[in-house]
């Protein structure tokens, strides 16, 4: 079904058509005429799948044109407020509504300043938005349209009880819509609160990662990690690549070792300025860097779209941590390679991930790689090379280096 028979406005669908979209993604096909409807909405889907289109596109088309402040989208960190908000823009080019980003951590004055002039959508982090409505700049008696995106995350982060003062404040009637990859109990507990006989939309199975992802584990030891990430980076052909850390600590000595084997590299975490993550982030997105080194809270629900691959330099503590690194790439069905480094220390978590995407993920031998320590990867005998390709080009092309 085409976009054109959703129910969508005229304005909207020029939004889509200017972006380039063709066809909807599964959760827009079957969020947006729910939304349209008026109906609450509980979207359960994984990570790239096109959830902000599935909620924004509605939006723009109900709330048509500029007026009061009736729409607010709830993120948890200031990358994804900000990621949103663009996105909201870039849809609603074609209409006269004005919208704002809210985040802290950064100056007053460019936020005041639209917040004066008036605006008809906001998207924000909790802990700004009751800021600026402890300021009186904001005032939510005429929210109609409530989002509250990536909820399990902002349940991950402490920030629940902000999000109901927030949603306390908006009017009882309104339509909700709640977006979570997973629904723990206490969002279900949210859900229950704040919404009204909702709709549930579930695209693929919850715990799936990106099903374009072809992953693999790279087993070493411990002090030969950064040599391995060097010469997988090395031997593979890459055109972005995301590297996560378990630690900012971690994710600053990688960075520091890559810069200085030549490699163009930025870092994202929260010990760096926002405008540092700022830098940062458009410097990965326009290109300037080939390589980004990032903790999993910095790095939740980026949008990059050239990631090919995404390197576990250390493996996650929780499985859906995996889950949402490896969501950066193969990101609206396009494909991508997820490379995790493994040490016996994270055999217990490899095995809870495993079980997590009920998947058995293949380990894999560098060959020609000076390994000290090969009893892992010995004991599962690997592919020499494994997974399959995507876009039709070589993962490890030897001799290779980086970008083409
Ligand atoms: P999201 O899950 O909202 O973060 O979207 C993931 C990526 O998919 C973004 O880069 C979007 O621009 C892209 N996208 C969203 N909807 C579509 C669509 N219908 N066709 C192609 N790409 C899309």
């Known amino acids: ?43 359960s889907a994984q990570t790239g799948t096109g959830k902000t289109a599935a909620f924004a596109l509605p939006m723009i088309s109900r709330l048509a044109q500029h007026g009061a402040l009736r729409g607010l989208v709830l993120e948890p960190t200031r990358e ?27 100056g007053y004055g460019r936020q005041d300043q639209a917040l004066r002039q008036g605006v008809d959508v906001i998207v924000a982090t909790p802990g700004r938005l ?17 989002v509250l995106d990536e909820a399990d995350r902002m349940l991950d982060m402490g920030f629940l009880p902000d999000v109901r003062r927030i949603v306390e404040r908006c009017p009882r009637a309104r339509q909700t819509m709640l977006f979570s990859a997973t629904i723990p109990p206490e969002i279900e507990q949210l859900c229950k609160w704040a919404m009204r006989d909702p709709e549930t939309v579930e695209i693929g199975q919850r715990r ?32 972005q690549v995301l590297i996560f850390c378990r630690t900012k600590h971690g994710a600053d000595r990688v960075a520091r070792k890559l810069h200085h084997e030549g490699h163009a590299v930025a870092v994202l975490h929260s010990n760096r300025t926002q405008h540092e ?18 903790t999993d809270i910095a790095a939740r629900g980026l949008d990059v779209e050239q990631i090919s691959h995404v390197i576990n330099f250390d493996v996650p503590h929780h499985p859906e941590d995996y889950v949402h690194r490896i969501g950066r790439t193969g990101r609206a069905q396009s494909v991508g390679d997820a490379f995790t480094i493994m040490t016996a220390e994270d055999l217990q978590e490899v095995a809870a991930i495993e079980r997590f995407i009920s998947q058995k993920i293949p380990r ?28 039709g080009r070589r993962s490890f092309g030897y001799g290779r280096r980086g970008r083409r």
């Open 208 to 239: 799936s990662p990106a099903e374009t992802v072809t992953h693999a584990l790279y087993p070493v030891a411990t002090d030969q990690k950064q040599e391995l990430l060097e010469e997988l980076l090395r031997r593979t052909d890459y055109d």
């Open 277 to 294: 993550r700022e830098l940062a982030l458009n410097g990965f997105r326009n290109g300037r860097y080939e390589v980004m080194v990032a």
């Open 1 to 43: 079904m085409p976009f054109s028979k959703l129910g969508l406005s005229p304005k909207a669908l020029e939004g889509v058509r200017a972006s380039g979209y063709t066809d909807p993604t599964p959760i827009q096909l079957r969020a947006i005429p729910i939304v349209m409807s008026g109906q609450d909405l509980i979207g």
């Open 130 to 146: 009751l800021d600026q409505m402890q300021r009186g700049l904001v005032r939510l008696h005429q929210i109609g349209i409530l």
């Open 364 to 391: 894999v031998k560098l060959e020609g790689f000076a390994y000290k320590y090969t009893r892992l990867v010995e004991e599962h005998p690997p592919p020499i090379f494994g997974g399959g390709r995507s876009r």
């Open 80 to 106: 994804l407020a900000a990621q949103v908000e663009t996105a909201f823009r870039d849809y609603a080019r074609f209409t006269n509504l004005r919208t704002v980003v809210l985040y802290g951590g950064t």
